[in-house]
């Protein structure tokens, strides 16, 4: 039932600002899920009517109307280019896993929508996504997917003004760090308490007879 919510919450939160957005936009939306293993990215592409020649054009690159599978694959790579993953301030390199391109002729009627989806390997506790993608004709979306039933544990969500870009700490129920840390202050106390004992015994018995 977590994964049925998840994905209507999903589904919603794409497709709400698609049917709202301008013509004259190219709307990028990504939505972004973190787990044990590593980092999820779904990006939603979808051009305006008006600046549909300017995309039609980088991805049709032969302008036979159509958009063959090496147009798909070359526009992936371009996009996945544009896009930055650090995780823990080290980079966390994407690779796309999943993708799904309308016709042109689809896009001109405002019926349809590029979807990437790509994940990354890296792990941790602080995450920041930057989308540089045609900015001269974009405007952006980010957000987070947080699945409590997962025990996961997201941090205030900052985000630049034209969300471009977010950034954000994460943690889960039993993280190793988590715990590491939490032994770390425990292991003080008993250490601290300790030598209290050590001390206080110190000033309870007698000083030696000369």
């Excluded at 080290?90 to 009627?109: G, K, N, T």
């Excluded at 990354?120 to 995450?127: I, K, N, P, T, V």
């Excluded at 004709?137 to 039933?149: F, H, K, Q």
């Excluded at 630049?160 to 939490?182: C, L, M, N, P």
Aim: hydrophobic letters at 45%.
């Amino acid at each position: 039932m977590r994964r049925v919510a998840a994905g209507v919450l999903l589904a919603a939160w794409l497709v709400a600002p698609v049917s709202a957005h301008r013509l004259d936009e190219y709307l990028q939306a990504t939505l972004l899920g973190v787990t044990r293993q590593g980092v999820e990215v779904e990006l939603q592409l979808t051009p305006g009517v008006a600046v549909l020649p300017s995309v039609g054009a980088v991805i049709d690159r032969n302008l036979d109307g159509q958009i063959s599978p090496d147009e798909e694959r070359a526009y992936s790579a371009w996009v996945l280019k544009d896009l930055d993953l650090t995780v823990d301030g080290r980079s966390a390199p994407l690779r796309i896993v999943e993708s799904q391109y309308p016709s042109l002729q689809d896009m001109h009627e405002g019926l349809g929508s590029i979807r990437l989806k790509m994940k990354a390997d890296r792990a941790g506790h602080e995450l920041r996504f930057e989308n540089r993608h045609l900015p001269e004709l974009s405007v952006y979306l980010v957000n987070c997917l947080a699945d409590s039933g997962a025990g996961l544990t997201v941090g205030k969500q900052e985000r630049d003004e034209a969300q471009k870009s977010i950034r954000f700490v994460y943690s889960f129920v039993g993280d190793t760090a988590v715990a590491s840390t939490w032994l770390a202050w425990l292991g003080g106390v008993v250490v601290l308490a300790a030598g209290g004992m050590v001390l206080y015994r110190y000033r309870r018995s007698p000083l030696p007879k000369l």
